[in-house]
């Protein structure tokens, strides 16, 4: 622990029973918080003020105003019209006052930037995780129809594929069995078969077989 | 990098920043030790317009700004002996509808640093009220 954070830790202990203090340096805190925090976002996308104030729909002059740790009559519609600009997350939070302790010592211009999500490493899949694509293959026992899905997931084809009665196409979810499909399948939304690749060539997999998707190219 | 505050001292060796800060009220005592705090951990760079100045007519001078039931108004400048990594906080003061209390403040704030320009011992390392 450093000595500053010692320092502030003991200065809250001694106006411990002056509530008043803690709460008027919070509040203090915040406002130099958010009007350095607009300004560093901005620095960081190499943006002038009139970048940002076209990104949020809004003045220039009131982006001036909110990157100033004077100002602090921002509200949190403004907050949240900032942070769909810097393409980030407003995370609005009740704390402890430790907490404070620690937010006020890491303040700098490297605990302040953020990434967009664009740039945001945990949403980047390195290129030796990502699986090769791999195209799933099988016939529509009812209609004899060859089909293909182009997948990075291994999934499994119901066996056997059949067209319900009455329908005229296949959602995807007609297509797989229950515990085939890959975890990010698993939130897509059900899509017509139409846009599926119809494959007018010999397949991989036997006629009516289903099984196990091929993987091919 | 950070700053070192400093306290103008008279010629006694009293502390006359540190007696203005006793007067005020624990919000205010917070207010001042936050924005203090962030000059010495980042300088003027980081935070926007927490510094206004250098004021017209009064050459170096700076003040502190800080909004709330009263507007604190600290006098201070860079240096000034090394500006690149000091601050002197040179006088205690408020405003009230745009004028100075006391009303001599920025001036007095302009003798005092330099005072301490040609005397270095004419300053303290700050001490912070609690």
């Known amino acids: ?217 | 990098m950070t700053w070192t505050l400093y306290d103008y001292v008279d010629g006694h060796g009293a502390n006359d920043f540190e007696a203005w800060s006793r007067t005020l009220q624990k919000p205010e005592l917070a207010k001042l030790n936050r924005r203090l705090k962030a000059l010495e951990d980042t300088g003027p760079a980081l935070a926007p317009q927490m510094l206004a100045g250098p004021l017209r007519g009064y050459p170096h001078i700076y003040k502190l700004k800080m909004n709330g039931r009263i507007a604190l108004r600290p006098l201070l400048c860079k240096g000034p002996i090394n500006n690149e990594t000091e601050y002197t906080l040179l006088k205690g003061a408020i405003e009230v509808g745009n004028q100075w209390q006391p009303a001599s403040a920025p001036s007095e704030a302009v003798d005092r640093r330099g005072i301490v320009l040609r005397d270095a011992k004419r300053r303290t390392p700050h001490v912070k009220v609690l």
Request: charged share 25%; net charge positive.
């Open chain 1, 1 to 217: 622990m450093s000595k500053s954070y010692d320092n502030l830790r003991e200065d809250f202990i001694f106006n411990q029973d002056h509530k008043e203090y803690r709460h008027a340096y919070a509040e203090e805190s915040l406002d130099i918080s958010v009007g350095t925090q607009i300004k560093v976002l901005r620095e960081q996308r190499h943006w002038r003020q009139e970048d940002l104030a076209r990104e949020a729909a809004m003045q220039q002059p009131m982006v001036s105003r909110y990157e100033n740790v004077n100002y602090s009559n921002w509200s949190i519609t403004t907050l949240k019209k900032l942070a769909r600009a810097y393409d980030v997350w407003l995370d609005v939070r009740f704390r402890s006052f430790g907490e404070l302790v620690q937010t006020t010592e890491e303040f700098s211009r490297e605990s302040l930037q953020v990434r967009r999500f664009a740039d945001d490493p945990f949403f980047k899949i390195p290129r030796k995780v990502l699986r090769p694509k791999i195209r799933a293959t099988g016939q529509i026992q009812n209609t004899g129809q060859l089909i293909a899905i182009d997948t990075r997931q291994p999934i499994t084809l119901r066996n056997p594929l059949r067209l319900p009665t009455g329908a005229t196409q296949l959602s995807f979810w007609d297509l797989l069995t229950g515990s085939g499909a890959g975890p990010q399948l698993v939130n897509s939304p059900p899509h017509p078969l139409g846009s599926a690749p119809i494959l007018n060539r010999p397949m991989k997999v036997a006629a009516g077989a289903g099984a196990r998707g091929n993987y091919g190219s």
